[in-house]
């Protein structure tokens, strides 16, 4: 890749029950030298267990640190309204003097839309749903009053308040794994987490057919034929696996056996653009190989793994 995109790192702090828990997850990633801080947007505890309110902790450690990112990994459109979600997003960049990136997703769990008395209306109405709220988003950003006309979403003459420090507005990430979904991210998104797991049936299935090299590659072709001249700058993420192994193939093996993956050979398991098992070198090396072949810079980890990937955040980002 002629002008490959440095590496970074980001943190998923999903098993901060407290504001101690939570501020000692960001100040150990920021002392680390993870790039961001990153929440889901769940309010039943499965799949991901229990998590704390996206927008408020990230307030909270974005107050508490400096140099930290903070960012949603990834906000369901259908939980906030745009209008509401752009002056929230707006503060927080002011507040915290620009460190702020918006992850957007269209929703996926049933269970969870059913629990709150949300309609759970089909993929094609939740996706019209979230393209018409990234216009909105975006124009309220804008300089100057905003108005719109959709299907889902009415704007009229708007004159949003305050605007985000980072212009035209703060990196939009987008999660995706289907064809529209990524169509939409090549037009409008900053960052683009590719999905490796499958949300279609309005739940989470751990599929390993979207991690294949074959499926990956599919997608990221996908969003460069769609993005066209802008492909060059949109940061490709994807949240891995890292597992420090003397033995990769006996680990690939059982790594297989735990999520029951039957039919498919350690081989297949490390070829996996997620997945990366093995020495400390042989991990670097693997990075920037898959940066050169499919362009992911930017990896997100669990937070139970973050001590585990510092040697890889200390020899790799910014490189």
């Known amino acids: 890749m002629a002008h490959a995109r440095p590496f970074r790192f980001g943190v998923f702090g999903e098993n901060a029950r407290s504001r101690e828990a939570l501020l000692d997850t960001a100040h150990r990633a920021e002392d680390t030298g993870f790039s961001t801080f990153l929440i889901r947007d769940h309010f039943i505890e499965e799949p991901f267990g229990h998590q704390l309110a996206p927008l408020a902790a990230l307030a909270t450690v974005a107050g508490a640190t400096s140099r930290l990112r903070v960012g949603s990994l990834v906000l369901s459109n259908d939980y906030r309204h745009p209008v509401m979600l752009a002056k929230e997003i707006a503060t927080l960049d002011v507040l915290s003097s ?47 009053p905003l108005t719109f006309s959709g299907t889902h979403y009415a704007v009229t003459r708007l004159d949003a308040f305050p605007k985000p420090v980072q212009r035209p507005h703060p990196p939009l990430l987008i999660g995706a794994a289907g064809k529209r979904m990524l169509s939409i991210a090549a037009r ?23 991690r294949l090299p074959q499926a990956v590659t599919q997608r990221v072709e996908q969003v460069r034929q769609i993005a066209g001249e802008r492909f060059g700058r949109i940061e ?25 993956w039957e039919g498919l050979s350690a081989e297949q398991i490390l070829k996996m653009p997620s997945v990366f098992i093995g020495s400390t070198d042989h991990i670097v090396d693997e990075m920037r190989a898959r940066r050169e072949q499919y362009g992911f810079s930017y990896y997100v980890v669990l937070d139970r793994a973050m001590a585990q990937a510092a040697p890889l955040v200390s020899r790799l980002a910014g490189t």
């Open 188 to 210: 409008e998104a900053d960052i683009i987490g590719f999905q490796t797991v499958s949300t279609a049936n309005g739940m989470m299935t751990n599929d390993p057919g979207g």
């Open 98 to 144: 620009g460190r702020v990136e918006l992850g957007l997703g269209a929703g996926f769990s049933q269970a969870e839309y059913d629990g709150a008395g949300i309609p759970f209306d089909p993929p094609r109405v939740r996706v019209d749903r979230l393209e018409e709220s990234i216009h909105v988003l975006k124009g309220l950003f804008s300089e100057g």
């Open 236 to 260: 490709l993420s994807m949240v891995a696996t890292v597992v420090f192994a003397e033995q990769p193939r006996q680990e690939a093996e059982r790594f297989a056996r735990e999520r029951g």
